[in-house]
């Protein structure tokens, strides 16, 4: 692949639904859906989903069931994606268009993982989970994020595995998601 050059991506998106946000899920995959005709979005939400809100939710997408922590509904959504790439994003996010070609342009590797700079951070562990891009085989090789514990330390421990595993963090600016 050529640095620098925008890239033909195999994406899609995985929504984070925590608190079972059905207006919010909504709200973003009708921001989705219009700006990415044809291209697919999942949704995983938390364990506290009853049988009646994973019912509405499928209305809008496919959904599966996490637990409670932000990086549970990751590993969900990670287990569940289709296609290659995929950029996480919260419920509630409305979507800009063209991203896939923002973030293309930076990767040169499937080992290549990508997150917007938001509020002056600049580093993968501070940074925001909204709008984080990465390949399914590098997450899968990677592993599943640690699902107890504080959120940034458990950023930091799947990053170190990333490292190991020949990853590379990419801090892309100027790509916020909403």
């Not at 496919?62 to 549970?72: A, C, E, L, M, V």
Request: overall charge positive; aromatic content about 12%.
């Amino acid at each position: 692949m050529k640095l620098y050059k925008i890239k033909k991506l195999n994406f899609g998106f995985i929504i984070l639904c925590s608190d079972r946000a059905v207006k919010l899920l909504q709200s973003t995959a009708y921001s989705i859906k219009n700006r990415y005709v044809g291209i697919p979005y999942i949704c995983a939400t938390d364990n506290g989903a009853k049988k009646c809100d994973i019912k509405e939710m499928q209305e809008i997408c496919p959904t599966f069931k996490g637990k409670n922590t932000f990086s549970s509904l990751i590993n969900v959504g990670f287990k569940n994606a289709v296609p290659d790439w995929n950029f996480v994003v919260f419920a509630g996010s409305t979507v800009r268009s063209k991203l896939d070609d923002k973030f293309s342009i930076f990767i040169d590797s499937n080992k290549d993982i990508l997150f917007p700079i938001a509020e002056q951070k600049y580093d993968f562990i501070n940074g925001t989970l909204n709008g984080i891009l990465i390949h399914k085989e590098t997450f899968k090789e990677v592993g599943n994020i640690e699902e107890d514990g504080n959120l940034d330390f458990v950023k930091t421990i799947w990053c170190c595995k990333a490292i190991e595993k020949g990853c590379r963090f990419k801090a892309v600016s100027n790509t916020k998601i909403c």
